[in-house]
């Protein structure tokens, strides 16, 4: 098992990212792509050396593809994740786990029952600014953490939903600013700050016609104590970049894409003055792009943790149980939005 063999079903804009990504992993080897669009099947195979599939069913059985990476509308997790389990095959998906809690229930019982390993796609957490800030929770510098922050305030066109027929849409997007968009950062935020309590939250579809939300508010109390907003649009032209503070009562940090635009403590030390300088003016957004903020990079690290996951038998960092906590705190939100009442997590 020196080198695993990869799989790709759907080859849709996200695909040639993890394609990429396993094209620099030395442990990875990406065997094979489906797509119900063959087409688009063959054009990724060919420009990555894969074999191309129609028939999902018939990618199963190929005996060299050990992990299947799922890169479809978010709908459809559950049923193509859970059949890659029953045939014996790792899994990673792309974010979210699924739309619902009861889908993402469904899809780690499947990788549980038949033992096999099951991660989720957030890149986000493996950003340099983003790794300095969870380091620095990690090691109590904040004291005591007592609100919090995360502002998307992005802009996607009216052709951006138009060009997909399953974005903007309840039953295969799940939702919208929130769930497509702001929900890396959603990740991020609980990863920081620890389980929810209850939100309550306001939901609106504002500039587009969408079914789903492009602007949204929402008030978050966590189990600690602690307090927290998020905004989440795509309504908002010409997009900026997101902004995640975190304060306590020994420090406070503030990110303004991947700058670290505030880095004070009560003690701070030469390293801290270094640090924020490395990682100030540094900028990669997806604010009005959809791929700007993408590389393969950290695809690549969550390839390369799953790899080192199955090798040594440990779960994922970012396992199912991991990737199942935003889709929570989503899903409460929307309910508080429809009811205007307060959602207990």
Known sequence: MSILGFAIIGCGNIAPFHAEALKNVSGANLVSVCDINYDKAVQLAERYDAEAYYNYHMMLMNKAVDVVIVCLPSSMHEDFAVQA??????????????????KCDAIISAC???????SVIFPCRFKDAAMVLMNAVN?????????????VKWFRSQEYYDTAGWRGTWEYDGGGALMNQSIHYIDLLQSYMGQVDSVYAYCDTLARKIEVEDTAVAVLKFKNGAMATIQGATSTYPGLDVRIGIHGTDGSAILNGESLE???????SHEDTVLKRSLQNTSSSGAKDPTAFIDFKGHQ????????A?????????????????VAIISAIYESARTGKMVKL
Do not use: C
Request: proline share 3%; hydrophobic share 35%.
């Open 301 to 308: 690290y969550q390839i390369e943790d799953m790899i080192d």
């Open 112 to 118: 549980e029952r038949n033992n096999v390993k099951l």
């Open 310 to 326: 199955i090798k040594n038998n440990r779960e994922p960092k970012v396992n199912g149980h991991e990737g199942r906590k935003s």
């Open 85 to 102: 389990a029953e045939a014996g095959k790792h899994v990673i998906i792309e974010k979210p786990l699924d739309i619902s809690l009861t």
């Open 262 to 268: 505030v880095w004070e403590f009560k003690e701070m």
């Open 139 to 151: 090691k109590g510098r904040f004291g005591r953490i007592t609100i919090a922050d995360v502002q």
